[in-house]
């Protein structure tokens, strides 16, 4: 097992420590939303990937969003093929901590799920969030389309005046074409859910600022 460390400076992917060809086994069904957790996605789905610190309370934070399909607790933005959670924490393999969102545009738009992202934690704080330190932790948000990346970009562009009218320093979320996405282990799976966690620890929330994108979430 590997030591956890407060690492800040990414690794390279010569740095990276080597991973495994096998993927991280997960249950087949969302423990919330009742719906497949690792696909085939219904025709006309789309997927994104966003990091905002600890995966447990941004899971959450998505599954509540009304067309969303389905959400997962995942490791994207690094070099390790299929890491482990002491790998990930160990800031050896380069990823973050993400939440992957399988969503219906039909029913809600890519705008409105930036806007829960932007809202729902701290975009100014680098290789942290919180009292979670290390390069885990930072921001991010990984696109499976050139709509999708654009559409991220002028979001981080409007929320940016937002943010510095607060007093907070400029944005560091990493905004990029998702790479691989793995799956992290089965216990991390929807962990504040009322199956499994109900009163587990989140430091996700309202930040009290509002991005001027998507709609906003009434109930």
């Known amino acids: 097992m590997f030591l956890r460390f407060k690492k800040l400076d990414l690794v390279t992917e010569e740095q990276a420590i080597p991973g495994r060809p096998i993927p991280m086994q997960v249950a087949d069904r969302h423990v919330v939303l009742g719906t497949s957790l690792t696909g085939p996605w219904p025709a006309g789905a789309e997927v994104a990937v966003f990091g905002m610190g600890c995966f447990w309370g941004a899971e959450r934070i998505f599954w509540r969003l009304p067309g ?29 901590e993400v939440v992957q969102v399988v969503y219906d545009p039909a029913k809600i738009s890519f705008e409105t799920i930036l806007k829960a992202f932007w809202e729902n934690h701290d975009p ?25 990346l654009a559409t991220a970009i002028a ?9 510095a009218q607060a007093g907070l320093g400029d944005i560091t979320t990493e905004i990029g074409p998702l790479k691989r996405y793995y799956y992290a282990e089965d216990y991390h799976q929807q962990y504040l859910s009322d199956a499994k966690n109900p ?7 309202p930040n009290g600022l509002s991005c001027p994108i998507g709609v906003a979430r009434t109930a």
């Open 199 to 205: 009163n587990g620890y989140c430091n996700h929330g």
């Open 155 to 163: 979001s981080r562009e409007a929320f940016a005046p937002v943010v």
């Open 68 to 96: 969303v399909i389905s959400t997962s607790a995942g490791y994207a933005g690094g070099f390790t093929e299929n890491p482990t959670y002491e790998e990930v924490c160990s800031g050896l393999t380069g990823h973050t």
């Open 124 to 148: 100014t704080q680098g290789m942290r969030q919180g009292n979670d330190v290390g390069t885990q932790y930072r921001s991010a948000i990984y696109t499976t389309n050139d709509a999708q």
